[in-house]
């Protein structure tokens, strides 16, 4: 892999990192401590949203977001190698 190719496979991965741990603080902080009193006046199943978000759905949401990154980095490394396989190396090692 060249080294441009290399750096911008790594900022596709912190992209896909960071926008999923800004959903995860999201859901897990804000929802889950700052908002729970907002939260709490819509009620789910007969518990109040701001609980069931604070005990149970950011777990949820973490377990979610697993399955969204591994979705999303095979995406990313299948992007990457059909460019690699694009690329030719030469008898000396040197890719063209």
Known sequence: MS????????????????SL???????????GILL??????IRIGGF??????????????FVVLIFVY???MDKLDAQYKD???QETVTPEGDIE
Request: proline share 0%; net charge positive; glycine share 6%.
């Open 3 to 18: 080294d441009n190719s290399a750096q911008s496979y790594w900022k596709g991965n912190l992209k896909i990192v960071f």
């Open 21 to 31: 741990l800004a959903i995860w603080f999201f859901i897990s902080f804000v929802c």
């Open 36 to 41: 729970v009193d907002v939260l709490d006046n």
């Open 48 to 61: 109040k949203l701001g609980f069931w978000i604070a005990q149970q759905g950011s777990i949820f949401v």
């Open 70 to 72: 591994i979705r999303q």
């Open 83 to 85: 460019s690699m396989s």
